[in-house]
DNA sequence: TTAACTCGTTGATATTTATCAAGAAAATTA
DNA sequence: TAATTTTCTTGATAAATATCAACGAGTTAA
C-alpha cells in the first residue's frame, strides 16, 4: 500500500498519520486478469482503489461491450453514481491485467469522514477531481468531432493509448473499432 | 430570496439558522434577457444561484454557439471546472428570459464552508447531484443514438423542451437542429 | 403596420459513420 | 511449436447525419 500512501500525502496532501489512519480500513485484494472486479447489478458498497494493473468499466448494449471507464493505478473504481442513488450497480468492471487493489467497506469510509475533517475535504477534493474529467469528456461529445476525441486521447491519455486494446478505446470515445482504425490510418499519413 | 431558503431547508436539509446565515452573503442581482450572465474569458470569482427565469451556457466553435448548460431556478450557474483549475473560464452564459439571481464571491463561500462545517457537507452533496447530471449525460453519448437522447429529455427534462428553443436543444444533445426536427417528426407519426 | 429577426420545417445532396465480411498480424494457450 | 483467440485492418455497402438553401409562421422592434 505504500505507493498510495505516497499518493495521499504527495498528490492529495494528507499528513502521516492521517494517511495511515485512513488506510488502516483497507484490505489488500488480488484480481486475476480477465476477472469482474463487480458485476451488473452488483450493491455498490465497497470502495476500491487500485494500486497495480488497470481494468475497465462497460455495459452490455444490445450483446456488444460498450466500455465506459478505464481504470489505472490509484484510480477509484467504484460505481459512484448508483451508490449514491442507492441503486444496484449497473456496470460491469474487468481486470484487463492481474489487478492488485485495497478496498474499504463504505459503511467504514463514511465513517471515517464523518470523524475527522480531513478524511471530508479530501473525499471532496477527489471528487472534484473526478468531477474535472467527466465534464471534459462530456464536453468533447458534445464540440468535438471522433478524430478530435481520438487525438485528445493521444495528448492528454497516453496511458490509455497504451495500455487499451484498440476497439475498447473505440467504444469510449462513442465510434465503432472500425472507423479508429481508419482515423488513425487518417491521422498516420497525414 | 424565499424560495430559494425553503428548498435549502426543504431539499438539501439545512436549518432555518444555517440557511439563514448562507443567505446573507448573498447579493440580490437582475440580468436581462439577452444580456450575459458570464462570458468567455471571465474570471470565474463569483457563484450564482438562479431564482427566476433561465440561461443558456454555450461555447463558440468555428463561429457557431454550441449549448453545453441549461439553467433554471436554484440552480448554480458558475464554470465550476475552471474555478477549480483557477483558469480563465471558457464557457458563456446569456440570458434566455429577464434573470433575477443572487450571487456571492467564491472567498465568502470558502469562508462559510471552513468555518460551518454543514455548509462544506451541503456543498458536497450539491455537487454530488451535479456529479449524478454529468455522468448520465456523458454516459448518454456514449451508449444512447441522438433520437434515444431526445427522448430521454422529454421523459426526464420536461422543463427543457418545453422552456428552450429547439435549435439549442440540438447542440446540446450533439446534432444539428435540421436533424432534431426530422427525429421529432419521426416520432410523431409512429 | 411594416420590416427584421427568430424559429422550425422540408428537400436535395454530400459527408460521416456503421455494418458486414474477410483476412492478416499479434498474442495467448495447449 | 502448433493451435486458438484476440486484435487490427481493409473493402464494399448501407445507414445516419450534416450541410446548404428555401420557405412560412411567429415575434419583436422600428
Known amino acids: 500500500m505504500n505507493v498510495y500512501k505516497d499518493y495521499l500525502i504527495s498528490k492529495l496532501g494528507m499528513n502521516n498519520d492521517d494517511a495511515d489512519l485512513f488506510l488502516s480500513g483497507f484490505e489488500e485484494v488480488i484480481y486475476k486478469k480477465g476477472s469482474f472486479l463487480q458485476k451488473e447489478g452488483d450493491k455498490c458498497n465497497v470502495i476500491r482503489i487500485i494500486l497495480?494493473?488497470?481494468?475497465?468499466?462497460?455495459?452490455?448494449?444490445?450483446?456488444?461491450?460498450?466500455?465506459?471507464?478505464?481504470?489505472?493505478e490509484n484510480d477509484h473504481t467504484y460505481d459512484y453514481v448508483n451508490f449514491l442513488l442507492n441503486k444496484k450497480g449497473t456496470l460491469n468492471i474487468k481486470a484487463l491485467d492481474t489487478i492488485r487493489a485495497?478496498?474499504?467497506?463504505?459503511?467504514?469510509?463514511?465513517?471515517?469522514?464523518?470523524?475527522?475533517?480531513?478524511?471530508?475535504?479530501?473525499?471532496?477534493?477527489?471528487?472534484?477531481?473526478?468531477?474535472?474529467?467527466?465534464?471534459?469528456?462530456?464536453?468533447?461529445?458534445?464540440?468535438?468531432?471522433?478524430?478530435?476525441?481520438?487525438?485528445?486521447?493521444?495528448?492528454?491519455?497516453?496511458?490509455?493509448?497504451?495500455?487499451?486494446?484498440?476497439?475498447?478505446?473505440?467504444?469510449?470515445?462513442?465510434?465503432s473499432p472500425e472507423h479508429l482504425s481508419r482515423i488513425r490510418k487518417e491521422i498516420s499519413t497525414s
Chains 1, 2 share one sequence.
Open 102 to 175: 485495497i478496498e474499504m467497506t463504505i459503511e467504514a469510509l463514511e465513517f471515517l469522514q464523518s470523524e475527522v475533517i480531513g478524511f471530508h475535504r479530501m473525499s471532496f477534493h477527489m471528487f472534484k477531481m473526478n468531477y474535472i474529467k467527466t465534464e471534459n469528456e462530456r464536453m468533447n461529445f458534445i464540440i468535438k468531432s471522433p478524430k478530435e476525441r481520438y487525438l485528445n486521447l493521444v495528448k492528454n491519455n497516453k496511458h490509455i493509448i497504451s495500455r487499451i486494446p484498440q476497439h475498447q478505446i473505440a467504444s469510449y470515445i462513442g465510434i
Open 52 to 72: 497495480e494493473g488497470c481494468a475497465r468499466g462497460f455495459v452490455v448494449v444490445n450483446g456488444k461491450e460498450i466500455s465506459t471507464n478505464f481504470y489505472f
